[in-house]
């Protein structure tokens, strides 16, 4: 998923190509699934993987924050922050790993890139932004993607109501962070609203939260899902975004499905069926369609903005 602008001054002395830099994030982001199915397949919940990640992730952020002296949020932007860490942490991280465990990785995956078209939605009914053909293209190709999904199963992947729940709900709680994005992601670099959020998000999980004993496994897969999946592959895409437009990042970072399934498919045998092939198909292009460059008579595109993932 793509991330907010930051400043291009602070990331020059990057020398990896930014095409490389958005790939190698979509890269990441296709390993949260399979980190959390190793996680959860020794012995931790989903809402306890959820809360480390959180954990982990705000424990970097707030390192690389201190590190380079980066401005926090206060004031009214710390509370809009701390709803923005309950909703777009708490909740996206907990329906997500949820997802993973009722669906599948691959599955899971698919499923968060129905964002774009609740993004289209939020922009109609809250930001009043034109809705024409394009975004209600996007919305029929995601619903009729999901239809084809709950009906298509496949070899190793469960499709049920709860699989489709979670994964809609993650898609659902990840669009809501561009209303945070429109505000904030332009006013602060993203390692120090992250440094707040996160933990944020790790209280709002705390409650939910039933801890385990963790093996070395379950300790390297939460590991890396905080490291890679999440703030190395967050930094990534901010890398790229500093130098691509927004739609070339939207459209290379709609990779991360595509290495989802196939990463499951190798190490799982989750092999979707031939009507949820179709329907991931429709999923994704109506991403692509919503990332798509506008006419000069059409207002800027939103959705392709959308901030930081996972």
């Known amino acids: 998923m793509t991330l907010p602008t930051v400043p291009r001054s602070s990331l020059a002395h990057f020398a990896l190509p930014a095409t490389v830099c958005v790939v190698l994030a979509a890269c990441l982001w296709g390993l949260l699934g399979i980190f959390g199915k190793y996680a959860q397949g020794a012995g931790i919940s989903p809402l306890e993987v959820a809360f480390w990640r959180a954990v982990l992730g705000g424990v970097l952020f707030g390192l690389h924050a201190g590190v380079t002296r980066q401005t926090v949020p206060r004031g009214r932007d710390l509370l809009w922050t701390g709803l923005f860490g309950i909703v777009g942490v708490s909740l996206f991280y907990a329906a997500y790993q949820l997802a993973v465990q009722a669906a599948g990785a691959?599955?899971?995956?698919?499923?968060?890139?129905?964002a774009p078209a609740f993004v289209a939605l939020w922009g109609w009914l809250l930001l009043r932004e034109p809705t024409g053909l394009r975004?209600?293209?996007?919305?029929?190709?995601?619903?009729?993607?999901?239809?084809?999904i709950s009906l298509g199963g496949g070899e190793n992947i469960q499709v049920t109501p709860a699989a489709l729940t979670w994964g809609l709900l993650s898609g659902f709680s990840y669009s809501l962070s561009y209303l945070y994005g429109k505000?904030?992601?332009?006013?602060?670099?993203?390692?120090a609203l992250y440094a707040v959020a996160l933990p944020i998000g790790a209280l709002g999980l705390l409650p939910l939260t039933?801890?385990?004993?963790?093996?070395?496994?379950?300790?390297?897969?939460?590991g890396g899902i905080a490291l890679l999946s999440t703030y190395l592959a967050y930094l990534l895409y901010s890398m790229g975004l500093a130098r691509l437009s927004a739609t070339q990042t939207s459209?290379?970072?709609?990779?991360?499905?595509v290495i989802a399934s196939l990463l499951a498919l190798a190490l799982f045998g989750e092999k979707p069926g031939l009507l949820a092939l179709l329907g991931a198909g429709l999923v994704l292009g109506a991403t692509l369609l919503l990332s798509a460059p506008k006419g000069p008579r059409?207002?800027?595109?939103?959705?392709?903005?959308?901030?930081?993932?996972?």
């Open 183 to 191: 505000l904030f992601f332009g006013r602060y670099s993203s390692a």
């Open 251 to 257: 459209v290379i970072a709609s990779l991360e499905p």
């Open 210 to 222: 039933d801890f385990s004993p963790k093996s070395l496994v379950a300790w390297a897969a939460l």
């Open 106 to 114: 691959s599955l899971a995956s698919v499923l968060l890139y129905t």
């Open 135 to 148: 975004e209600l293209g996007a919305v029929a190709l995601t619903l009729g993607g999901i239809a084809l």
């Open 298 to 310: 059409e207002l800027p595109q939103t959705s392709s903005q959308m901030p930081g993932k996972k």
